[in-house]
C-alpha cells in the first residue's frame, strides 16, 4: 500500500529578513521531500500550498517552524490519492497577497484588520438578516461556489478590489460586513481595506472557507457548491449539512460542477460542462472557439 498523501493550505504574515535565502532553502527542502506546490515569500511573510505524502508534509511543518523560530502555525490539512501539483514553484515578491495599492495606501493586516470570526459565530452571525456576505474571491471562484445571499463582485483579481468597492459598496459603510475568503489571506487585507475606506463594522471568517467546511459545529452549512482550491483537484466540498450545487452546464445548463478550460487555446476560459456535452461537442464554451478550433486543424 502506497503512502498517504496531503495537501497543506497555510499563511503567515511575519516578518522575513531574508526571503531569498527563505526561498533557496525552501526550493531546497521540497525537492529533497518530493514536495510539489506553489509557495511565496516576502518580507511580510508567506502563503503557499503544497503536497506530498504524510511523512513529507509533516517534516514541511517542522521545517517552517522551525526556521521562522515560532512555536506553532495553522496549516489546513486535506487527504488526497497523490500529488495536487505538477510541479514546485517558489518565488519571492514584494507582497504575499496583494491589492495593487501605493506603499502610503497599502494594508498591514498587523495593524488593521477585520475582526475575526470563529466558524460557529460566522454561521450565527450570517443568519442575522441585516448582516452583508462578502465573497473576497475573484469571480471564477465564486461561479463553483459561495454562501447563500453572498455579494459576489466580479472580478477576475484580488487587485480589482478597491475600484469595485469604491464604485459599487461605498453605501454600505453603515450595514454589519461579513468578508470570507477560500483560507483566509485576502480577507486580512480585504477587510483591513474595508475599515480603511469607512465601513464601520467589518468582520472575516478565520481561517476561511476551508476551516468553515471542516468545523464540527458548522459542516459547511449554508455553503452552495464547491470551494476552489488553486491546484489539479479544482474543487473541494464544504458543505455535509444543506450542500447544493449551484453551477450549470455551459451548453445545455444542467447542474454540474466539471470544471474545465476552453480547449481553444487562445481562449482558455474556464466553462462548466457536463461529460454528455464534452463528448458531442466537445470542450469549448462557444460555437465560435468550437469552429476556430476546428479551422486551425
Not at 503536497?51 to 523560530?69: C, Q, V
Request: proline share 4%; glycine share 8%.
Amino acid at each position: 500500500m502506497s503512502d498517504p498523501y496531503q495537501v497543506l493550505l497555510y499563511y503567515l504574515y511575519t516578518p522575513i529578513e531574508d526571503p531569498h535565502k527563505f526561498a533557496n532553502r525552501q526550493t531546497d527542502f521540497c525537492n529533497e521531500h518530493d514536495l510539489k506546490g506553489r509557495i511565496i515569500i516576502a518580507e511580510e511573510g508567506i502563503n503557499g500550498t503544497v503536497s506530498g505524502t504524510k511523512d513529507s508534509t509533516e517534516a514541511y511543518i517542522n521545517e517552517i517552524i522551525e526556521f521562522l523560530g515560532i512555536s506553532e502555525m495553522e496549516f489546513k490539512i486535506d487527504l488526497n490519492d497523490g500529488h495536487a501539483f505538477k510541479k514546485l514553484s517558489v518565488k519571492v515578491r514584494p507582497e504575499i497577497v496583494s491589492l495593487h495599492l501605493r506603499k502610503e495606501q497599502d494594508i498591514d493586516p498587523e495593524e488593521i484588520t477585520g475582526e475575526r470570526l470563529s466558524p460557529e459565530q460566522f454561521l450565527e452571525e450570517m443568519e442575522n438578516d441585516d448582516v452583508l456576505l462578502f465573497d473576497g474571491r475573484n469571480k471564477y471562484e465564486s461561479d463553483l461556489g459561495r454562501f447563500k445571499g453572498a455579494i459576489c463582485p466580479p472580478v477576475d483579481n484580488f487587485r480589482d478590489f478597491p475600484e469595485w468597492i469604491r464604485e459599487n459598496f461605498s453605501d454600505a459603510k453603515d450595514k454589519r460586513i461579513l468578508s470570507y475568503c477560500t483560507g483566509g489571506i485576502r480577507c486580512e487585507k480585504l477587510s483591513g481595506f474595508l475599515i480603511k475606506e469607512g465601513f464601520s463594522s467589518v468582520a472575516q471568517l478565520d481561517g476561511g472557507i476551508i476551516n468553515y467546511g471542516k468545523d464540527s459545529s458548522t459542516k459547511g452549512k449554508n455553503f452552495d457548491g464547491q470551494c476552489y482550491v488553486f491546484d489539479q483537484r479544482i474543487g473541494v466540498e464544504v458543505n455535509s449539512t444543506n450542500p447544493k450545487v449551484i453551477a450549470t452546464c455551459r451548453w445545455c445548463e444542467i447542474s454540474t460542477q466539471r470544471y474545465k478550460n476552453c480547449a481553444y487555446k487562445p481562449c482558455n476560459l474556464q466553462i462548466f460542462i457536463c461529460e454528455k456535452c464534452e463528448s458531442e461537442k466537445g470542450r469549448f464554451c462557444d460555437v465560435d472557439c468550437q469552429s476556430s478550433a476546428h479551422s486551425a486543424k
